[in-house]
């Protein structure tokens, strides 16, 4: 089965950093883009940027970019979003996606589970 | 503010069709393709169609999509209660070299 599988819920204070994970199976994970998509409480779906596994290609939103990191580890078929100092407005839920059928970069028909981050003090 | 305009709420009865728009610019919908997504409440999105009218397979047919200029439509036919879901918008922007949502349309089945 294809399937992209993510860590669980993050509870963090404001100024700590985290890492959270997305790992493919089921399929060839290098060769399949990996985006992430942030919705913050309530609302609706953002594009925060997207990271080619096989060449470690990234590109970011702009809205995003300075904001997180993303890195893939291709040996253990895992993509990575991490944040260097968290803040309030980052709770969110997000999201790991592939276009893994559609063969168009943007169009994603595998996701993650979600992975929930609060950031409270 | 979505870089892509959709109604905040539609609803229908089962049966029924519903339809719901999406309205982009230039630089997204006016040159590249549509893709729609759902989301049932406390779950993940999915894929309903892609590039304009794409049905993913295991999406029923009850589901179509179409586009002209710059605005996009998502059709569901045969209305059910498992429908009632958000649905959003996207598109490749080239401005932006990136994929930008739509704001969402949650389907009520009333």
């Known amino acids: 089965e294809v399937q992209l599988v993510q860590s669980g819920a993050e509870v963090k204070k404001p100024g700590e950093s985290l890492k959270i994970s997305c790992q493919g199976s089921g399929y060839r994970f290098a060769s399949y883009w990996i985006a992430w998509v942030r919705q913050m409480p309530g609302k609706g779906l953002e594009w925060m940027g997207i990271?080619?596994?096989?060449?470690?290609?990234?590109r970011y939103s702009p809205s995003f970019q300075g904001q997180v990191a993303i890195s893939v580890d291709k040996s253990i078929s895992t993509a990575y979003l991490q944040w260097s100092s968290l803040k309030a407005s980052d709770t969110a839920i997000y999201y790991c996606?592939?276009?893994?059928?559609?063969?168009?970069?943007?169009?994603?028909?595998?996701w993650g589970q979600g992975t929930m981050v609060t950031v409270s003090s | 503010q979505s870089v892509l305009t959709q109604p905040p709420s539609a609803s229908g009865t089962p049966g029924q069709r519903v339809t719901f728009s999406c309205s982009g610019s230039?630089?997204?919908?006016?040159?590249?393709?549509v893709n729609w997504y759902q989301q049932l409440p406390g779950t993940a999105p999915k894929l309903v169609i892609y590039s304009d009218e794409q049905r993913p397979s295991g999406v029923p047919d009850r589901f179509s999509g179409s586009k002209s200029g710059t605005s996009a439509s998502l059709a569901i036919s045969g209305l059910q209660s498992e429908d009632e879901a958000d649905y959003y918008c996207?598109?490749?922007?080239?401005?932006?070299?990136?994929?930008?949502f739509g704001g969402g349309t949650k389907l009520t089945v009333l």
């Open positions: 990271i080619y596994p096989g060449d470690s290609e990234t």
């Open positions: 996207a598109a490749w922007d080239d401005s932006l070299n990136g994929p930008v």
């Open positions: 996606a592939s276009p893994f059928k559609t063969g168009r970069i943007d169009a994603f028909d595998i």
């Open positions: 230039s630089s997204n919908i006016g040159s590249n393709t």
